[in-house]
């Protein structure tokens, strides 16, 4: 700071540590650029999370016309609902991820609060949605098919958002304000028993699929991969739950990556899981029960033919 003398008047000047820099912290724009890039989590998660997320709905968009007319020929109502929320879920998630530095400026606690808990709950919804369709072993195309599921994840998702916003804003509980330097163990307790069920389900269908159950469970090698992906995602979130509890700086950093992750590659897992097949028939005309009907009997065939070769 350069002090000017002048008659018993003194001015103070302030001086850039970085003349060179654009990123000027004595004007509001350079600030709030500054802790908007650098500031809040720190410029590789801002950029991963940002980067993930517009790249998956640019992609979205540039397969848009092509997975329109695709739907509409297949009249699926499972694949036309899973498409529309997709992309909703998607655009809410690209808001999050660029609006990452509200989670640390002063005043927008409640803005940053509410925008976590409708893009988690939404991403829990897509996530809940497809652990019934596998949990109900077949898929068909009708509407009559799809209440039973999407009722079910609706009435899940609905209660979870409902307890969640009884504890931001009933209890005061910062779910969705992380700080390495103060540790919430009432909040940590609440993530390691969120994180304790989905890690349980995922367990429990993966044991079903090396069990006499497997039959029960969709015969496709990216659903196995999908619930793999999931059960490791979830059981690192939980043991960096449970350590952050107990103020551990590695396991804040480890469930910052959980975080990270989750929310910049979930939904195009999803996507590819779930859909990618779909769109990429090339007729367009193939139904949602067909496909998944189809690979059902290739892969029981195969099994039988093993079986005979075995013998």
Request: aromatic share 16%; hydrophobic share 50%; with cysteine.
């Given at each position: 700071?350069?002090?000017?003398?002048?008659?018993?008047l003194?001015?103070?000047?302030?001086?850039?540590?970085?003349?060179?820099?654009?990123?000027?912290?004595?004007?509001?724009?350079?600030?709030?650029?500054?802790?908007?890039?650098?500031?809040?989590?720190?410029?590789?998660?801002?950029?991963?999370?940002?980067?993930?997320?517009?790249?998956?709905?640019?992609y979205?968009?540039?397969?848009?016309?092509?997975?329109?007319?695709?739907?509409?020929?297949?009249?699926?109502?499972?694949?036309?609902?899973?498409?529309?929320?997709?992309?909703?879920?998607?655009?809410?998630?690209?808001?999050?991820?660029?609006?990452?530095?509200?989670?640390?400026?002063?005043?927008?606690?409640?803005?940053?609060?509410?925008?976590s808990?409708?893009?988690?709950?939404?991403?829990?919804?897509?996530?809940?949605?497809?652990?019934?369709?596998?949990?109900?072993?077949?898929?068909?195309?009708?509407?009559?098919?799809?209440?039973?599921?999407?009722?079910?994840?609706?009435?899940?998702?609905?209660?979870?958002?409902?307890?969640?916003?009884?504890?931001?804003?009933?209890?005061?509980?910062?779910?969705?304000?992380?700080?390495?330097?103060?540790?919430?163990?009432m909040?940590?307790?609440?993530?390691?028993?969120?994180?304790?069920?989905?890690?349980?389900i995922?367990?429990?269908?993966?044991?079903?699929?090396?069990?006499?159950?497997?039959?029960?469970?969709?015969?496709?090698?990216?659903?196995?991969?999908?619930?793999?992906?999931?059960?490791?995602?979830n059981?690192?979130?939980?043991?960096?739950?449970?350590?952050?509890?107990?103020?551990?700086?590695?396991?804040?950093?480890?469930?910052?990556?959980?975080?990270?992750?989750?929310?910049?590659?979930?939904?195009?897992?999803?996507?590819?899981?779930?859909?990618?097949?779909?769109?990429?028939?090339?007729?367009?005309?193939?139904?949602?029960?067909?496909?998944?009907?189809?690979?059902?009997?290739?892969?029981?065939?195969?099994?039988?033919?093993?079986l005979?070769?075995?013998?």
């Amino acid at each position: 700071m350069t002090n000017l003398h002048r008659k018993g008047l003194v001015l103070e000047i302030p001086v850039s540590q970085n003349p060179n820099s654009t990123l000027n912290e004595g004007t509001f724009v350079g600030s709030s650029v500054y802790d908007w890039l650098f500031e809040c989590h720190g410029f590789l998660h801002n950029a991963i999370l940002i980067l993930a997320s517009l790249a998956f709905v640019l992609y979205l968009a540039f397969k848009a016309k092509k997975s329109f007319r695709k739907l509409s020929n297949g009249r699926s109502s499972i694949m036309i609902a899973y498409y529309g929320s997709l992309w909703l879920f998607s655009l809410l998630n690209l808001a999050w991820s660029c609006l990452q530095a509200w989670e640390c400026t002063p005043g927008k606690e409640l803005a940053w609060n509410i925008l976590s808990l409708f893009t988690t709950s939404g991403m829990l919804f897509l996530e809940v949605s497809l652990i019934a369709f596998l949990l109900q072993g077949n898929y068909v195309g009708g509407l009559e098919d799809l209440t039973r599921p999407f009722g079910l994840s609706s009435l899940i998702v609905g209660l979870d958002l409902l307890l969640k916003a009884l504890y931001l804003f009933g209890f005061g509980i910062p779910l969705f304000i992380d700080s390495s330097e103060h540790s919430n163990h009432m909040k940590w307790s609440l993530w390691a028993i969120h994180r304790l069920v989905l890690t349980a389900i995922y367990g429990l269908i993966l044991f079903m699929y090396h069990s006499r159950w497997r039959e029960r469970l969709p015969a496709r090698p990216a659903f196995y991969k999908y619930i793999v992906i999931m059960f490791i995602l979830n059981a690192l979130s939980l043991f960096a739950s449970a350590l952050t509890g107990h103020v551990t700086g590695f396991g804040y950093w480890l469930y910052s990556t959980t975080i990270v992750c989750y929310h910049a590659f979930y939904l195009p897992l999803l996507y590819v899981t779930f859909l990618a097949d779909f769109f990429q028939d090339a007729n367009g005309h193939m139904l949602a029960s067909d496909y998944l009907y189809l690979m059902s009997t290739v892969y029981n065939a195969s099994r039988i033919f093993d079986l005979l070769i075995s013998v």
